[in-house]
């Protein structure tokens, strides 16, 4: 794993996706680095889950070349894939918890399946349980997804997508049809998730407070919960950078500064609120 | 000007690309045998009562259909061979193939089907397991497996009910001359082609589900649909492949 030897988590050269007659990517480049956040923004069908699922090679990108933690995936055979995926967590947009089995279970999906990691037994309890203290759901452990609401679905989401410590965490939509509250707390566990291990985070929203949440707020081991990072000296602001997508085209890259500055009418009706 | 069978080829070709994929996880780890077994045991298990049922009446409609062409020629004495062999040859696979069609094919083609609308099969492959190995193979292996027996039960059961309406109610001969005959006319040949048809229709049922259900698009109306097309191709399936069966058997 000496291969990723600059800070390159993610690369996108030129990348295309079409369904059909959709183009769902368009050309789309960037790059993410270590200990960075990115925050994709979009309208509902302009290419966000697109992107997250080519970045780990659920999708296969029709042109370009996609580079996750220095390999290029854009050829990699599916089961070369899974021990690149392990060092990933991903939280779904519809969360894809197996409503077959329990909350444990679910969590200890990635730990038993992956085959990079032969986990002990006893071992994996414990990192079960840890990954939904996290989450604040420890108690839920023999519950089925079912008997969950949205939201504790989504934390049990997240537990299972950072259980297993990766590297980058890619986070769909994870406030969609949630509650400002619920949505507050579940923003609150992704940037606590980032800072307590430093992950490259990319989330995608359609919501621009989840974004400014992420760029402009930190972890405060102390209190235990998330506090506004001073503007300067504070390392979240200017490592949280912007995208915004339409209809699968990448029409800005910037920090918030730069986002509120747009003049572009489709860019900046994702900053007034 | 040939756009218009772009579509269907397109589907013939992710049909036996899916097939492939299949096959060649066969002999590879892990096998997952829970999964087997408890597919074994909702496709075969629960597919048995309806199976008595349809095996019992249409074994006892067939001895009734033919009493009276048969005692037109005075045969009535060779019913049990008449209802033997057309169960075994042809109604016992091809009822109990699309009796399981349209329960287990709809319900594996919904199943999958809500598990990809929900990302439930993005989320096992990006957590490390191969979709094909863990929900196509367990479902192609017991319904592989199952589908010979159920028809098995089905054509037994179908000669007791032709053995009932021929000897009990109409008397159309004695009990030993209608076993008798059944068994006596039962040919090797009979037999292969009767257990081949529906393992090779098990085959058709449990891929045609898992591949309308992986590829489902389109929220819980999509569900639905992909439950639809798996039933109705799968049972189109069954009886092209059951009439070229026939066509190689009946030659030999
Ligand atoms: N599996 C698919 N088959 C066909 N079209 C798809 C598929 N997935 C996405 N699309 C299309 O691609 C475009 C981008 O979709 P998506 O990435 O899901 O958007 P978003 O997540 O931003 O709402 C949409 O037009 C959508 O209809
Ligand atoms: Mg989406």
Redesign the interface.
């Given at each position: 794993m000496a291969e990723g030897s600059d800070n390159t988590v993610l690369r996108f050269e030129d990348v295309s996706v079409v369904f059909d007659d959709v183009l769902a990517l368009d050309k789309v480049s960037f790059v993410l680095e270590r200990g960075e956040s990115r925050v994709v923004l979009g309208t509902a069908g302009s290419g966000k889950t697109t992107l997250l699922k080519t970045a780990v090679g659920l999708i296969r990108p029709d042109s370009g070349r996609v580079e996750l933690l220095g390999h290029d995936i854009s050829k990699m055979e599916e089961r070369e894939l899974y021990e690149l995926r392990s060092r990933v967590g991903i939280l779904f947009q519809e969360v894809g918890l197996f409503d077959s089995l329990t909350v444990e279970e679910n969590v200890a999906y990635p730990l038993r399946n992956q085959q990079a990691r032969k986990a002990v037994d006893s071992d994996l309890r414990e990192q079960v349980v840890e990954a939904l203290r996290f989450v604040e759901l420890e108690h839920t452990l023999d519950k089925f997804p079912s008997e969950l609401s949205g939201g504790m679905r989504r934390r049990v989401g997240i537990a299972r997508a950072v259980v297993t410590a990766p590297d980058v965490v890619l986070y769909d939509s994870p406030t969609a049809g949630l509650d400002p509250i619920t949505a507050y707390t579940i923003m609150g566990l992704l940037i606590k998730e980032r800072d307590i291990r430093n992950a490259a985070t990319v989330m995608v929203t359609h919501r621009y407070q989840d974004g400014q949440l992420l760029a402009n707020f930190r972890y405060n081991p102390q209190a235990g919960e998330i506090e506004p990072a001073s503007r300067n000296g504070s390392r979240a602001d200017l490592r949280t950078k912007f995208m915004v997508l339409q209809e699968g085209r990448l029409v800005f890259e910037g920090v918030q500064e730069e986002l509120e500055a747009s003049t572009d009418p489709y860019v900046s009706k994702f900053v007034r609120r | 000007m040939l756009d218009f069978l772009k579509p269907p080829i397109q589907t013939f070709q992710d049909f036996f690309l899916l097939a492939g994929r299949t096959l060649r996880t066969l002999p590879r780890r892990p096998h997952y045998r829970d999964d087997i077994s408890l597919q074994m045991d909702m496709i075969g298990v629960g597919s048995v009562p309806i199976v008595l049922l349809v095996g019992f009446f249409s074994g006892a409609v067939m001895a009734l259909q033919m009493s009276r062409a048969l005692a037109q020629y005075g045969a009535t004495g060779q019913v049990g061979q008449i209802v033997a062999i057309t169960l075994v040859r042809e109604l016992g696979p091809v009822l109990t193939s699309l009796l399981v069609a349209g329960r287990v094919g709809s319900g594996i083609a919904s199943e999958l089907g809500s598990m990809k609308?929900?990302?439930?099969?993005?989320?096992?492959?990006?957590?490390?397991?191969?979709p094909v190995q863990k929900l196509v193979k367990p479902r192609l292996t017991a319904t592989a497996f199952t589908l010979p027996l159920l028809t098995i039960i089905a054509d037994f059961v179908g000669m007791v009910g032709g053995y009932l309406m021929a000897v009990p109610v109409l008397s159309l001969t004695t009990r030993a001359q209608y076993w008798n005959s059944a068994y006596r006319s039962l040919e090797y040949n009979d037999i292969t082609q009767g257990l081949l048809k529906p393992f090779l229709f098990a085959i058709i049922i449990a891929l045609v589900g898992c591949y309308y259900g992986l590829r489902t698009t389109g929220g819980t109306q999509g569900v639905g649909r992909a439950t639809t097309q798996a039933v109705v191709v799968a049972s189109i399936w069954i009886f092209v492949t059951n009439l070229m069966v026939t066509r190689i058997f009946v030659n030999l």
């Open positions: - | 609308v929900t990302e439930q099969i993005d989320a096992m492959r990006a957590l490390g397991t191969d």
